[in-house]
């Protein structure tokens, strides 16, 4: 019987010592998350904005790990522009700067162009794609793809942005 209490108490002892380690320093992270609902009036707005200008475009919405979200697309688009406002939303969430500020960086320093080559192929290097953020921390991305320009993808973010800058606060 004298066996069990040593065990016992080197059992409290070691779920003392394990749960003042697993909790000690530990802390709620107060992240802001992008919203279904947010997401989706975000992508709407840059549609309408781009639909405004004439333009059929791909508006894709990723979460801040650039895991794609939300896709919104408007009738008869090719793969390709489905496929560039992803890029465009992924590189943009994981650099997290819009994507028309890549360029200028590469002509100060190309060999940057080449680790990004190396490291992360899937990257685009124009205009078009947008990080978004919530008091000042990142929560995601929002790519267009199918206006005529990069530019023009672009200022129908801004737009959207712009229009929805009060929920994004």
């Not at 909790?23 to 992270?29: E, K, L, P, R, S």
């Not at 997401?39 to 475009?57: M, P, S, T, Y």
């Not at 990080?131 to 991305?141: E, S, T």
Request: with cysteine.
């Amino acid at each position: 019987m004298q066996m069990k209490r040593p065990c016992a108490m080197l059992g409290a002892a070691l779920l003392a010592l394990l749960g003042g380690l697993t909790t000690a320093g530990a802390q709620v992270i107060d992240q802001p998350v992008l919203s279904q609902q947010l997401r989706l009036d975000i992508a709407i707005a840059a549609q309408k904005a781009c639909a405004a200008n004439g333009f059929n475009v791909a508006v894709m919405v990723v979460d801040a790990n650039a895991t794609p979200r939300l896709l919104l697309g408007g009738d008869g688009l090719a793969p390709i522009e489905i496929e560039s406002a992803t890029r465009k939303a992924r590189t943009a969430a994981g650099m997290g700067m819009p994507t028309s500020a890549l360029p200028p960086i590469i002509r100060q320093a190309p060999e940057f162009l080449e680790f990004l080559k190396a490291t992360q192929p899937q990257l685009i290097l124009f205009g078009g794609g947008v990080p978004i953020r919530i008091r000042g921390q990142l929560v995601g991305a929002i790519g267009v793809g199918g206006a005529p320009r990069p530019e023009a993808d672009e200022a129908c973010i801004t737009t959207a942005l712009t229009q929805l800058a009060p929920r994004l606060k």
